[in-house]
Structures are given as structure tokens and as C-alpha cells.
T-cell receptor, first 115, second 112 residues
Framework: DAGVTQSPTHLIKTRGQHVTLRCSPI?????VSWYQQVLGQGPQFIFQ???????GRGNFPDRFSARQFPNYSSELNVNALLLGDSALYLC??????????????FGAGSRLTVL | LAKTTQPISMDSYEGQEVNITCSHN???????ITWYQQFPSQGPRFIIQ???TKVTNEVASLFIPADRKSSTLSLPRVSLSDTAVYYC?????????????FGTGTRLLVSP
């Protein structure tokens, strides 16, 4: 089975631009979470979606938004990019309500560089 | 949300046992304790999870005392490939909700 897949793997944007990152969860997982990891720090929670509904939101500005599609894939959108948005963006999926539901499987991430 | 405290870094040699302790004084009743491993430019990878007492799998053991205010990840006979950052997290319960808080982790360096 394929793991969590993210695209693109790397991208470079300039300040003020918009970016869309995509994530496909493990087959059978209905929950997707997004994390931002700045170099040298641990991942910071951005969003969690389950059944197309937002179930949790971290301390990020409204420039960050996300959605989940009927096939449980997800997009993370960031508007008006700032230099500080440069980071590794991680997507993770997990099941819900099942034994082991709280174990996250992460993708390899999308490395965003804002110039 | 329960906060965790871990050593910033640890050094070891190949073949040794490594124990990384994590403090989580305000762990909630339904919180699980989960450890992840992360290599540079990769997503974290699940190592082990427990609720109480001791859990062992093919790569590690997790020791949790009765008060659950701390936990210890034990890596037997480490190799160079175990050089990574290790994160201790508490939370999740059993619903699937995952607003997990990663700390800065423990940077383990294994030398020959």
C-alpha cells in the first residue's frame, strides 16, 4: 500500500504569492492533519480534517486554509506568503474511532522556500 | 494540551542501549504516550505507543510508571542509522483527534 503522498516535494515562491500543497492519505484513513516544521524545530499543528470537516486548528493566521475532498485527500493553501512561511509542510493521516486511531502516518513533506 | 520535556540531545556509541526520558506532568486520563523518530528532510515515523506499564515492539520498548507523569523510550543496541531526532508526544485519546504538540525533540547522535 502507498503511504501518505505529498506534492510538490519542493517549491520556491516569492513574498505575496499563494501556494497550494496537496496530500493523499493512506487508503482507509479518513483523517488528515497538516503540520509546519521550521528548520530546527518540531512540527507545529496547523489543521486536522475528518470527513471533510475541520476538526482542529492550530495557532496560525487566516492566510492558512485547508480543505478535504470526498476521497479524503486534502489541500493546504497559504496566501500572501511571508519569508517566515518557509518551512517543511507535513501531512499526516490517521484512522478515526478505531484501535490505533491516534497513530499518525506522515508523508515526506513539501519543502517551501519563500524568497 | 499536555506539554512534554525531553533532553535536547544525547550521544551514544554503536551497540549501546539508549534511554530517553520524557516528562509529561499534566497528562490527561485518556492521553496516550507516543514516540516518533525523524530523519532530516523526512516526516516523523511512528516508533511506539503506550498508555501504561511497559510496551515492547521489534524496535523499542516504552516504560511508563504508574503515575504516567513520565515515560522512557529504550532503544536496544543502537546503530549509526538510529541517529535522528526523537519526539515524545502525549494526547490523542482514542477518538482520532490529533492536535498533537511536538516539542523540540531529543537529537540522538550515535558514533562508531
Amino acid at each position: 500500500d502507498a503511504g501518505v503522498t505529498q506534492s510538490p516535494t519542493h517549491l520556491i515562491k516569492t513574498r505575496g504569492q499563494h501556494v497550494t500543497l496537496r496530500c493523499s492519505p493512506i487508503s482507509g484513513h479518513k483523517s488528515v492533519s497538516w503540520y509546519q516544521q521550521v528548520l530546527g524545530q518540531g512540527p507545529q499543528f496547523i489543521f486536522q480534517y475528518y470527513e471533510k470537516e475541520e476538526r482542529g486548528r492550530g495557532n496560525f493566521p487566516d492566510r492558512f486554509s485547508a480543505r478535504q475532498f470526498p476521497n479524503y485527500s486534502s489541500e493546504l493553501n497559504v496566501n500572501a506568503l511571508l519569508l517566515g512561511d518557509s518551512a517543511l509542510y507535513l501531512c499526516a493521516s490517521n484512522s478515526w474511532g478505531d484501535p490505533g486511531a491516534n497513530v499518525l502516518t506522515f508523508g515526506a513533506g513539501s519543502r517551501l522556500t519563500v524568497l | 494540551l499536555a506539554k512534554t520535556t525531553q533532553p535536547i540531545s544525547m550521544d551514544s556509541y554503536e551497540g549501546q542501549e539508549v534511554n530517553i526520558t520524557c516528562s509529561h506532568n499534566n497528562i490527561a486520563t485518556n492521553d496516550y504516550i507516543t514516540w516518533y523518530q525523524q530523519f532530516p528532510s523526512q516526516g516523523p515515523r511512528f516508533i511506539i505507543q503506550g498508555y501504561k506499564t511497559k510496551v515492547t515492539n521489534e524496535v523499542a520498548s516504552l516504560f511508563i510508571p504508574a503515575d504516567r507523569k513520565s515515560s522512557t523510550l529504550s532503544l536496544p543496541r543502537v546503530s549509526l542509522s538510529d541517529t535522528a531526532v526523537y519526539y515524545c508526544l502525549v494526547g490523542g485519546g482514542n477518538t482520532g483527534f490529533q492536535k498533537l504538540v511536538f516539542g523540540t525533540g531529543t537529537r540522538l547522535l550515535v558514533s562508531p
